[in-house]
């Protein structure tokens, strides 16, 4: 408002238009917003939607939407939790044909026999605990092959089955254990059992021949040579034992008692 001197000396005063109250909001808010937009950064994203971000000056104007990352992969967790111990225990174990060995044997196969990784010396008991009376079967079959190979592979035919002989008279006397494999593996017994070493058949025909007569032997398929001897050495050794005992048979390079 403005003040003007009227002639007379009296004041007449002029009255300037006024904006009205809700058209300078609108003008504020359009100043404030135009002020905004070329002010902000036009790489924000907010809560992860797209927003279009206006590049221009001008109010109005198309402006591009920017692409807009999407939502971050999230890992995937397997749903399977641990087994337990008792679980593990009952789920039942494929092996491959190499793995199916006697731990108590160390690699001699239950099925057909093959040559694995041989037994160790230190291993006596393998008889106990067997499962099923199949797999005790093969069990014992497998103690008399190896005694068979071990104690006489060079030995002949019937060299062979007088140890293999020795060997069941001795599982059927009550003075030593009840199964082939205790008696094999008994301390102090055979020579080969003694000695802290793995042991292997590395001759695969003689290891193949003496499995046919361990198990024409245990299935009573062929007559054994010397029916009462419980006791052999080598000839060229003399144990004490030999000079308490009858020898009842010589065959090969070894000599055979009855004890």
Known sequence: MEGLSAPGGSLRVKRVPQMSGGLALCFATVLIGAFYLNVTPQGGV????????????????????RAVEGPRPVPSTSTTSPLTLAEAQLQPQVLSPASHT??????????????????????REVGASI??????????????????????????????????SVTLNRKRSRHYPDSICAVVWQSRQFSWTNQSVWHRPRNDRAWRFA??????????????????ATHFHARYVAPEWSTQMKRVARIGK???YDS
């Open 102 to 123: 006697d731990t108590r044997l160390r690699g001699m196969e239950v099925g057909p026999w093959l040559l694995a990784q041989g037994t160790r010396s230190s291993v």
């Open 46 to 65: 907010t809560s992860g939607a797209a927003v279009p971000m206006l590049s221009g000056s001008v109010l109005g104007e198309p402006q591009p939407v």
């Open 211 to 228: 499995m046919k007569l361990a198990n024409k032997v245990y299935h009573n398929k062929v007559k054994l040579p010397v029916v009462s």
């Open 254 to 256: 070894h000599l055979f």
């Open 131 to 164: 499962p099923s009376r199949h797999a005790r079967r093969h069990h014992e079959l497998r103690c008399l092959a190896m005694n068979i190979y071990f104690e006489a592979r060079g030995e002949s035919r019937r060299g062979q089955l007088a140890v293999a």
